[in-house]
């Protein structure tokens, strides 16, 4: 076992090591949403950005994204290399009903999540985003939380008997 896995029962009960901040609140996306920034602290930590899509109309694209800042004024798209699983994927109604989760493992204090629609004034999405934050005192590796949303998609296979479509859904993060 690599030095920075940790066994399974630890894994899931350092989960208390973790908090949740709304970034986009529950909303149906008429236009370009830019969430809160989430404040991960002085000492920036890995964190789990999620986005949370319902049934997308037939007619537009949602395009999620991540984007950090030093100053909480100023963001900028996270590049894929600061992000385990890559760049959140566009929703349509070929994929919508989802939860979309990447490991943010830059080194920017304030994290949040947008989202913009291609058809800008037509109501089409319901939506909202969280950013999952490891504690200061958990000093979690991004090795880790990419063995936390492993494990928790092994343990959703063996609930559901399907694999998720390689993500781990906020239910599972916080079940």
């Known amino acids: 076992m690599a030095a920075d896995r940790l066994p399974a029962a630890e894994l899931i009960a350092s989960l208390l090591a973790f908090s949740a901040a709304p970034s986009i609140a529950p909303q149906d996306v008429a236009a370009d949403v830019d969430g809160d920034g989430v404040d ?30 030093a100053d909480d004024i100023t963001f900028a798209p996270v590049a894929a290399g600061n992000l385990i699983g890559g760049l959140m994927v566009d929703v349509a109604v070929a994929n919508d009903n989802e939860t979309q989760a990447r490991i943010y493992t830059g080194g920017k ?61 906020l239910a599972a993060i916080i079940a």
Do not use: C, W
Not at 57 to 66: E, K, M, R
Not at 132 to 159: G, H, N
């Open 40 to 69: 991960l602290g002085v000492d920036s930590h890995p964190a789990i950005a999620t986005f949370h899509s319902a049934t997308a109309s037939a007619t537009t694209v949602f395009t999620p994204l991540i984007a950090d800042s």
């Open 109 to 169: 204090r304030y994290l949040r999540v947008e989202v913009s629609d291609d058809a800008a004034g037509t109501p089409a999405l319901l939506a909202s985003a969280e950013i999952i934050k490891t504690a200061p005192l958990s000093a979690a590796k991004p090795a880790q939380l990419e063995q936390l949303l492993m494990e928790l998609d092994r343990r959703a296979v063996a609930s559901r008997g399907a694999a998720p479509a390689n993500q781990a859904t």
